[in-house]
Structures are given as C-alpha cells and as structure tokens.
C-alpha cells in the first residue's frame, strides 16, 4: 500500500478558442498522505450524528453531501472551536457575518441553528460564483478579496486568481480538496469546477472592476437595510451609492443578501452606524406598511 496520494488537481478543460483564449486549467498539487486521509476519515466516524444532520440538511437545501467537509475543515465539527478571529461554531461564524443572516450571537454555537445559516450563505455564494472551489475561498477570506483577486488577475476562475489571495485561503481551499480526496468525492468537485468553466459571470466581473478600481470595502447586508437611510446616515450621495453598487438593490429583492461596497475610508463608520441604519431602515419600512 502506497504512504501517499498526489492528486494533481489539473483540469483539462477544452474551450472554444474564442471564448477564454484558454487551453487548459491548472491548480497546484495537493498531496494528501495516508496519515492525514485517516484523521479526516476518524474525525467524520466521530461526529457521525452531527455529519448525518448536516449532509440531511445539505439535501433538503439541494446542496450536495460534499459540503460537509466545509464544516471538517472549518471546525472538525466541534461546536465550542474559537478561532484567533472571534469566528466561532461548527461553521465558523463571525458576529458579522451571521447577523447579516439573522443568526443570533448565540446560535454560532448552536448546530441547528448555525447550520441553517449555513446553507443560506453557501446557497448565495453558490449562485455568485457557480463553482465550490470558489466558494470555499469566498467562505474563508470574503468575497472582497475575491473579488480584488479576480481583477488583479484579470480572470474570475479560481486557478487564474487564487495566487492573489490570502495564503490562509489558498491553504483553505487545499484542504478542502484533501477532505474531498479522503470522502471519495474529489470526481465530483472536479466535475463542477469544469462545468463552472464555460460559464461566464458578467455580475462577477462588473463588482471585481469597481471594488479594485474604486478601493472599496465590502460587508455583506440584507434586505431589512435601505439604501436611502444608508446613504444619509453616511452623508454619500445616493448616486454615488448606486455606482458603486449596481446590483444590491435587485439582489437584495432576489435574494435577500447582498454585498455593499463602500470606499475604503466609509466602511468603518458604517460599521459603527450599522445598527442605528438597521434601526432606522426597519422604522421606515413599518411607517410604509
């Protein structure tokens, strides 16, 4: 029996000649040895109650059973797991993050809770994106530094951009790709970075262009916030507001998230106003009631 397995995450992607100007797709190596195969595969018996609820969970959301290694990587599926970050959960939820979602302080400990969350966030990021690769990256690192990654590389598919990423996240998503290696499922992950190929994402190209172009800073907001209220807490002219986020306003009726943009030197003081603009946005809406 070998001590070791290279898989060489090369995709070999045929496209048209006049669509990418891309022959083929590359991601670095990932060796995964039979040593760390059998951690992942111990961690996963261990907690095989908690992984049968979230791969149930991941089912009823039309997500796929692979999903589950986000949570092994993240947490190996320890509820109480405190990162250096304050993300805390099986699912890592920073305070921000989860309150966008509507998830209480709290709940980033609870399993039912926070895994529901997390199947609204991986569905969204999912739709962005159309790739799990990508995903798992925007999972960790948020999707502004994807999005200035893209734009530094001038491309929106992972193994053109990842370079430009934080080196947590490029480690974050190998590991990802060694769980997958280890549950069987590395075929399947394959296959859906490949079909992600001959998609193209205007959307994710346009918020790449602005966010680098523009310095901005991104935080993701829902549905309850209103662009209005945004706009004269942080004294922007709405106009402004609009360019530099062409499509929340129709995410945030689609889809009920969306990531808003701010320059660089506006976003603390929108960090600092978000309560009081949540405040307000939510008075207004009852008043139109």
Known sequence: MVSSYVYTFFLCVCLLQNYTGLAAQEFPVVKVSASKTAMYRTILAKHKDMVAFIEYTLVQNGLPKMMRNLALIESSFDKRTVSTAKAVGVWQFMEEHAADYGLKSEDRYDVYHSTQTAMKSLKNLYAKYGNWITVVAAYNCGEGNVAKAMVKANANHYDRFYMYLPRETIRHVDKFIEACAATGELSFLIADYKKSAFKQDPEISVKAEIAA??????????????????????????????????????????????TLYLPIDKMPDFIIRQHSILIRSIQMLNDHD
């Not at 549905?223 to 609009?242: F, H, K, N, P």
């Open 213 to 258: 172009d523009l310095m901005l800073a991104s935080t993701a907001i829902n549905s309850a916030y209103s662009l209005a209220i945004i706009a004269e807490e942080m004294a922007i002219q709405r106009t402004d507001l609009e360019k530099w986020n062409p499509k929340v306003a129709e995410e945030l009726l689609t889809k009920g998230t969306s």
